[in-house]
């Protein structure tokens, strides 16, 4: 039986290669790599990867690019988009240009790695929770981790942000494409089952996040997610933290 293949694209050559090696390690996949767009199309059709990861801030040809190009070739390639944070705008344009998956750099090489397995072979686990009574176990431990989750980063529970949020993040689990559209499908589902608007839903949760970097608890949601996320000049935004909450609680509690 053959290893998966896995494509790395990153005009970054050093960290290209290491991501690589490190993948590599893991003796699960067959990896290999190049280092701009162009070169990531003609891989795609002679190497044939399950999946890829694509830089999506390269120059000539960006990962946008790459992911236009592939679709109108007809060539379906898994992919998880990965950059630097950047804006929600972008990150939906690259989920909706064919990226199964966005993340953010650095990369947890453990996280990224169950998240190509994932993404290569599609998970059964979902056929779990047909049930109502399996239903309710996942929405019982999705709000204790959500709870521990924004305490430890400092979001206090009694503002309306804490529990849009949460709602927010349990809605983007059970599709994740929604977080495609946070403005037009996500705000308005959560303001629906508070009785509330989309636009206050927006802010409530952006002042939340707010209160969160205000306490200056930084190492603290670094340590949450494993890597260095932010810094105290860094504030994500309502899609970026959203995405991260629930890409960290699909991988660690296989939910």
Excluded at 48 to 72: C, F, K, Q, Y
Excluded at 74 to 96: C, M, N, Q, W, Y
Excluded at 244 to 251: P, R, S, T, Y
Aim: charged share 25%.
């Amino acid at each position: 039986m053959r290893k998966t293949r896995i494509l790395v694209v990153d005009d970054n050559v050093a960290y290209c290669d290491e991501l690589k090696r490190e993948l590599a390690a893991t003796e699960l996949f067959e990896v290999s790599a190049v280092y701009d767009g162009l070169s990531a199309i003609k891989a795609c059709e002679s190497f044939r990867p399950d999946a890829m990861v694509l830089d999506m801030m390269m120059p000539t040809i960006d990962g946008l690019d790459v992911l236009h190009t592939l679709s109108e070739s007809g060539l379906k390639v898994h992919t998880i988009a990965v950059s630097l944070p950047i804006g929600d705008e972008f990150v939906s344009r690259a989920l909706s240009s064919g990226a199964r998956y966005y993340m953010t750099k650095p990369l947890n090489v453990k996280a990224l790695a169950e998240r190509l397995i994932d993404t290569a072979t599609p998970s059964e686990a979902a056929c779990a929770l047909a049930t109502p009574s399996a239903r309710a176990q996942l929405s019982r431990t999705l709000d204790e981790k959500l709870s521990n989750i924004f305490i430890t980063v400092g979001i206090p529970a009694h503002i309306k942000g804490y529990h849009y949020l949460r709602e927010a993040v349990k809605l983007t689990i059970e599709n994740p494409d929604i977080i495609n559209s946070i403005t037009k499908r996500l705000y308005p589902a959560v303001a629906v089952r508070f009785a509330t608007s989309p636009s206050k839903v927006e802010r409530a949760i952006r002042h939340a996040i707010e209160v969160a970097w205000n306490k200056g608890k930084i190492e603290n949601v670094n340590h949450i997610f494993g890597i260095k996320v932010y810094s105290a000049n860094e504030k994500p935004t309502n899609g970026e933290f959203i995405a991260l909450v629930a890409d960290k609680l699909l991988i660690e509690g296989n939910l």
